[in-house]
């Protein structure tokens, strides 16, 4: 791309992976979410997809005390004058007042930040609980591995909702703040 994007930025839909890009110093890629252009994928992430949407295509139900619910279910909801939160859910348990997050990948669960959870919650009045949990594929079937269950209180929204309306100002403003963005990325 040669344009130059001259508009300023004045309000912004965010997502988690956006704000976790952003930490981890890659202005490129939350540009590119923010265009809508394609980010990094490595073939671990591929697999990780690929495992999500049999899951969701499926409907796997992968914890016998799981109740109503919706797979790969997206909302947005608007955190402040600027910023709209952006979300996509693994699972949503709607009986239950859980949502999951399923992780592919070699992290051990209980070592990952549970910022996603909450920052999830906040899309929903009523969630109680959180699990990460761990996934694969074995032949055909999607098995699970170790979980970790986190509660959702008032304490741990307010902090994803401070943590996604600073990186968000953040990333407008460094977004803003970019000389020729489009020919400078790309």
Same mark, same amino acid.
């Not at 965010?14 to 956006?18: A, C, D, G, Q, V």
């Not at 920052?119 to 996934?135: A, P, T």
């Given at each position: 791309m040669t344009k130059k994007n001259k508009t300023k930025i004045e309000n912004i839909e965010?997502?988690?992976? *956006?704000c976790k890009a952003y930490l981890r110093g890659n202005i490129e890629d939350v540009a590119n979410m923010y265009y809508g252009l394609p980010t990094y994928s490595s073939d671990a992430m591929k697999k990780g997809i690929k495992i999500h949407e049999k899951i969701s295509s499926e409907k796997l139900r992968l914890f016998e005390d799981m109740g109503e619910c919706d797979w790969e279910f997206k909302k947005e909801k608007k955190i402040s004058d600027r910023i709209t939160y952006v979300g996509t859910v693994d699972c949503i348990d709607w009986s239950n007042h859980i949502i999951y997050d399923w992780k592919s990948g070699t992290t051990d669960v209980t070592k990952i930040d549970p910022m996603q959870l909450y920052?999830?919650? +906040? +899309?929903?009045?009523?969630?109680?609980?959180?699990? *990460?949990?761990?996934?694969d594929q074995v032949g055909d079937e999607i098995v699970t591995g170790d979980w970790v269950e986190y509660y959702i209180t008032p304490l741990m929204k307010d902090k994803a909702l401070n943590w996604i309306d600073t990186l968000g100002l953040e990333i407008i403003n460094v977004l803003n703040n970019m000389?020729?963005?489009?020919?400078?990325l790309w």
């Open positions: 965010i997502h988690y992976s *956006m920052c999830y919650s +906040l +899309l929903f009045d009523n969630i109680q609980k959180g699990r *990460m949990v761990k996934v000389e020729n963005k489009e020919e400078k």
